[in-house]
């Protein structure tokens, strides 16, 4: 057996062989700084309608049913941003709050009442024509107090009429599809509101996607 000590002594007096280059490896990739989240999207605002262009009313609104006789002789209350929205009352004295009429027409004898974006519509025929088939332009407030949200956890959510709740120090002007939402915080995008889903569960921040006039 020869040995490693043998082996060296046996290799040739030369000059030893050039060193070989080796190329270094390429420097490790840098990673990448963390994608940032993406910001969520300005709420949307939008003016509800019952009513088609042509002041019929639009294929995808459930009457709910009908009342004649009825007369609309001040603004809604609970739609103030909606130039269209009147508060309507019908023969028996009751009233619907906002009554939608037709945009841009004139002697409009029908309007549409209706609870919220997603339900029905009760549709009050007029004693007489209204006098104007609007109010004027919503002043730029309005727009701030909408009448109907769809919050970014898929909530619908609509004005509540009468007595509001308050749970931990909130007000909560709407009944949502289920739970309640404060109004909206409106000097930041998106919009915001506080949202529970009753009176055992925590209050929480959450956007307001879509906002109703």
């Known amino acids: 057996t020869i040995t490693a000590k043998a082996t060296a002594t046996m290799a040739p007096a030369t000059a030893p062989a050039p060193a070989i280059t080796v190329p270094s490896p390429p420097p490790a990739s840098i990673p990448a700084a963390a994608t940032a989240t993406a910001p969520s999207p300005a709420t949307r605002a939008e003016t509800f309608s019952p009513w088609a262009a042509a002041g019929t009313l639009a294929p995808r609104i459930k009457v709910l049913?009908?009342?004649?006789?009825?007369?609309?002789?001040?603004?809604?209350?609970f739609d103030e941003g909606n130039q269209y929205a009147w508060r309507c009352f019908i023969a028996s004295g009751s009233f619907n709050d906002p009554c939608f009429a037709p945009a841009a027409q004139s002697g409009v004898t029908q309007v549409a009442c209706s609870d919220s974006p997603w339900s029905g519509a009760v549709i009050v025929s007029?004693?007489?024509?209204?006098?104007?088939?609007?109010?004027?332009?919503?002043?730029?407030?309005a727009a701030k107090y909408p009448w109907a949200m769809v919050l970014a956890?898929?909530?619908?959510?609509?004005?509540?009429?009468?007595?509001?709740?308050?749970?931990?120090g909130v007000t909560f002007y709407f009944g949502?599809?289920?739970?309640?939402?404060?109004?909206p915080g409106t000097r930041t995008e998106p919009w915001t509101v506080n949202y529970t889903a009753g009176r055992?569960?925590?209050?929480?921040?959450?956007?307001?996607?879509?906002?109703?006039a």
């Open 200 to 212: 055992s569960s925590p209050v929480t921040p959450v956007a307001v996607t879509t906002a109703f």
């Open 153 to 168: 956890n898929g909530q619908e959510c609509g004005l509540i009429e009468g007595t509001a709740p308050l749970m931990d």
């Open 126 to 141: 007029l004693a007489k024509p209204l006098a104007r088939s609007s109010w004027g332009t919503p002043g730029p407030s």
């Open 65 to 77: 049913s009908r009342y004649s006789g009825g007369r609309c002789t001040m603004r809604s209350s």
């Open 176 to 183: 949502c599809t289920d739970g309640y939402a404060s109004f």
